[in-house]
């Protein structure tokens, strides 16, 4: 029995729970299609995971640990999984990735879009200082269709790097009654990366009104 079987065992058909860490401790790619129409829960506030992207450094050019290069912002993609890896990017956003596979495998998987599915409230204040009622359409539309939106709408930033995923303050929750259909594609912005470019390591719930580009 592997890891993950023995956690599905776990969850005794129960409708929702925290899940745990081995969850992470499993092939990239298989935790960045399986996170899909998992919750994100965040100081109250709950997301559908509707998006994401698979890094894996040891073989993946548009991953920030290539090759295994280590330095001191990503080191935290070396340490065990199912801890946040929160970079900046343009100055000014951030991205939420969570870090997957055994010590010393550098690969994680970007939380490229989300669905604010309570305490909208909270997340509306987060993203744009004013209340939900306050919100134009084009708002509503972009509220959290990208990596930025999703860190600024759950206020993540650079202080939550290294954090674990599976504590109370920030976790993420099984969801056993959802069906959906995933499409996968290449990832976004990474036209440098060579060959790595044209992988099929980006991930999407097939008509979901969220999913950052269709």
Not at 107 to 129: F, P
Request: charged share 20%; hydrophobic share 35%.
């Amino acid at each position: 029995m592997n890891v993950y079987t023995s956690y599905k065992n776990s969850l005794k058909k129960k409708e929702k729970q925290m899940l745990d860490k081995s969850f992470f401790n499993r092939p990239t790619l298989q935790v960045a299609q399986d996170l899909l129409g998992k919750s994100i829960v965040r100081n109250n506030i709950k997301a559908t995971i509707i998006e994401t992207e698979a890094y894996i450094g040891p073989i993946d050019k548009a991953c920030h640990a290539y090759n295994f290069h280590k330095t001191t912002r990503n080191s935290v993609m070396f340490q065990e999984y199912a801890i946040a890896y929160i970079y900046q990017i343009y100055g000014m956003y951030h991205c939420f990735n969570i870090v997957t596979e055994k010590k010393g495998m550098p690969c994680a998987v970007l939380i490229r879009a989300i669905d604010i599915t309570n305490n909208n409230e909270k997340a509306s204040y987060n993203r744009y200082h004013k209340p939900l009622t306050n919100l134009s359409s084009y708002q509503l539309k972009n509220f959290s269709n990208g990596p930025g939106k999703v860190c600024m709408s759950l206020d993540l930033n650079k202080s939550h790097n290294g954090i674990e995923v599976i504590s109370n303050g920030l976790y993420i929750e099984e969801c056993l009654s959802q069906s959906f259909e995933i499409v996968k594609s290449k990832r976004i912005n990474i036209d440098y990366a060579s060959e790595a470019k044209d992988f099929l390591w980006r991930f999407y719930i097939k008509g979901n009104k969220n999913v950052s580009v269709i």
